[in-house]
C-alpha cells in the first residue's frame, strides 16, 4: 500500500508539543508582571477595586457603551444578567451553544427553550423563534457565535411586537461590530467572557454591558450581595466580583487589542488560502465591512463531498497533536439535563444537528503563526487527498482500540 505522510498511516506526529485552539492571548508581559506586582503592593485584590474600575471604563470607552459592569465570569454574568432583567418561565436559546448558555437559564429554573439556526450564519433563526414562544415566554437569548453577531434587528422586532426580554450571549464577540454599532449595545444586556481562551482574557472573567441606567444600578447590586453601602443590603445578591488580579490582565490585553486582531485575521487567512479549492471543506468567513475579532478558525466538513467525515478529520489531526475541538457538539438538547427533559427536542432542530456533525475548530490566536498553519493545511490536504486509505486506516485503528477494550 502507498505510504502516505500521515500520522494516522504510521509517520511521526506532526508536532511534537500540543497545538491547542484556546492558548491564551497575553498582551506585553512586562507590563503585565508590573501591573502584577503593583497589585500585591497595594494589597487591595478585590471588592471594585481601582483596576476593575479602570478596566471597565476601558472597554465601556472601546464598545461605546454606558455601563460595563466586570464580572468573576460569564456564566455568573449571564445569570446576573437574567435575573436582573426578570427573565423566568421560558427563555428562547439555539441549543447550538457552548452549555453554559443553557445552564445559565437552568440553575435558576428558567427553562431553556431550544431554537434551530441557520445555517448560513450559526446563529439563532429568528424564522422559528416565533414558533416557541408560549404563555410562559418571558425572552430570547441570542449568542453571537464565533463572534458574529446574530439578526439583532429580526430578534428585536419579535421581541418588541410580542413583549419579550431580549438579551445576548455575547462571549465570543468582543470587539465586534454589526452594522457599524459595537456588540454590547444591543437588547437589553449583553454578556461577555473573558475566559483564558477567549481572544480578549482575565484569566477567568466576565462582564455585562448595558445601555439601561436601571438595570445597570440592578446588576452592580446583584454581584456585591446586594451590598448599596457598609451594612447596607437592599437586595438578593451572589458574588459576581472581578478580581484586580483579573483586571489587570484585561488592561494588559486591551492594550494588545489591535495585535491580537490582526494575528487572528492573518491566521484566518492563511487558513482561507491554505485550504480553498478543496472539495466539501468550507471555513466559516466574517463580515470584512465590520469589525470581528477572527477568534474562531470553523471548519465546516460536508462529508459527501469531502470524502472525509468531521469526526474522521479531527482523528487524523489528533493524531498530529493538532487537537482541534467539536465545538459545540452534540449541541445542549443532548446534554444533561435537557436531553431527559425534551428527548424530541432534536426533531425541532434539523440544521443544529446537522451542523453539530460538520464544524470543527482550528487552533489559532498568538500561540499559532503561518508555519504551523502551513503544516495543518497540509495535513488536512493529504488526508482529503486520501480519503478511502484514510478511512480504512481508521477503522482498522478502532477495531484494535476496541479489542483492547473489550480484552482488558
Ligand atoms: N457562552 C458561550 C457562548 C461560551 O462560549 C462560554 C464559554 C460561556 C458562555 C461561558 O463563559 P465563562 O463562564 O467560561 O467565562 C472553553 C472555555 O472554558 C469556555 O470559557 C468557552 N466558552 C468554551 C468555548 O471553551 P472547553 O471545555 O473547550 O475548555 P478546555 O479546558 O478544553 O480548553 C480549550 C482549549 O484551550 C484546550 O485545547 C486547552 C486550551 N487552554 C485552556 C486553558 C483553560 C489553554 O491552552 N490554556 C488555558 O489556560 O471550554
Given amino acids: 500500500m502507498q505510504s502516505i505522510d500521515l500520522a494516522v498511516c504510521g509517520a511521526a506526529p506532526a508536532f511534537t508539543d500540543p497545538l491547542h485552539v484556546g492558548r491564551p492571548n497575553v498582551g506585553n508581559q512586562e507590563r503585565l508582571m508590573r501591573r502584577i506586582q503593583d497589585v500585591i503592593e497595594s494589597r487591595w485584590f478585590s471588592n471594585n477595586g481601582p483596576r476593575v474600575q479602570e478596566f471597565e471604563r476601558e472597554a465601556a470607552r472601546l464598545l461605546g457603551v454606558r455601563h460595563f459592569i466586570a464580572m468573576c465570569n460569564g456564566t455568573i454574568a449571564l445569570e446576573i444578567a437574567i435575573r436582573a432583567a426578570g427573565l423566568r418561565g421560558e427563555v428562547i436559546v439555539p441549543s447550538f451553544t457552548f452549555v453554559a448558555t443553557a445552564h445559565s437559564l437552568q440553575w435558576q429554573e428558567i ?51 410580542r413583549g419579550l426580554g431580549l438579551l445576548f450571549d455575547a462571549a465570543h464577540a468582543f470587539g465586534c461590530s454589526r452594522q457599524g454599532t459595537m ?28 445601555n439601561d441606567d436601571e438595570l445597570a444600578k440592578r446588576i452592580r447590586l446583584m454581584k456585591n450581595f446586594g451590598f448599596a453601602g457598609y451594612d447596607n443590603v437592599i437586595y438578593p445578591g451572589t458574588n459576581g466580583k472581578m478580581t484586580e488580579m483579573s483586571a489587570v490582565m484585561g488592561l494588559t490585553g486591551l492594550e494588545s487589542i489591535d495585535e491580537f ?50 469526526d474522521e478529520l479531527v482523528s487524523v489531526l489528533h493524531a498530529e497533536n493538532i487537537l482541534a475541538r467539536r465545538y459545540f457538539f452534540p449541541g445542549c438538547h443532548r446534554m444533561e439535563p435537557y436531553r431527559s427533559h425534551f428527548p424530541n427536542a432534536h426533531l425541532m432542530l434539523p440544521n443544529t444537528t ?36 484514510v478511512r480504512s486506516t481508521l477503522s482498522r485503528l478502532e477495531e484494535v482500540e476496541c479489542r483492547a477494550t473489550v480484552g482488558r
Fill in 111 to 161: 427553562t431553556p427553550v431550544f431554537c434551530d439556526i441557520d445555517p448560513a450564519t450559526h446563529n439563532i433563526d429568528p424564522a422559528q423563534v416565533e414558533n416557541l414562544i408560549t404563555p410562559r415566554t418571558t425572552g430570547i437569548i441570542g449568542v453571537h457565535l464565533w463572534g458574529r453577531p446574530c439578526n439583532v434587528a429580526a430578534l428585536e422586532e419579535i421581541a418588541g411586537r
Fill in 354 to 389: 446537522a451542523l453539530a456533525r460538520r464544524v470543527l475548530a482550528l487552533p489559532t490566536g498568538s500561540a499559532v503563526g503561518a508555519d504551523e498553519i502551513a503544516v495543518i493545511c497540509r495535513i488536512l490536504r493529504t488526508a482529503l487527498r486520501h480519503p478511502a486509505a
Fill in 183 to 210: 456588540v454590547g449595545n444591543f437588547g437589553r444586556a449583553e454578556v461577555f467572557s473573558f475566559h483564558a481562551t477567549k481572544f480578549l482574557n482575565t484569566f477567568e472573567g466576565g462582564a455585562v454591558a448595558t
Fill in 261 to 310: 486582531v490582526a494575528t487572528n485575521r492573518r491566521n484566518h487567512q492563511h487558513y482561507s488560502s491554505g485550504l480553498a479549492d478543496l472539495n466539501g471543506i468550507a471555513i466559516a468567513a466574517y463580515d470584512p465591512s465590520e469589525k470581528s475579532n477572527y477568534q474562531y478558525v470553523i471548519l465546516e466538513v460536508d462529508e459527501q463531498a469531502a470524502g472525509l467525515s468531521r
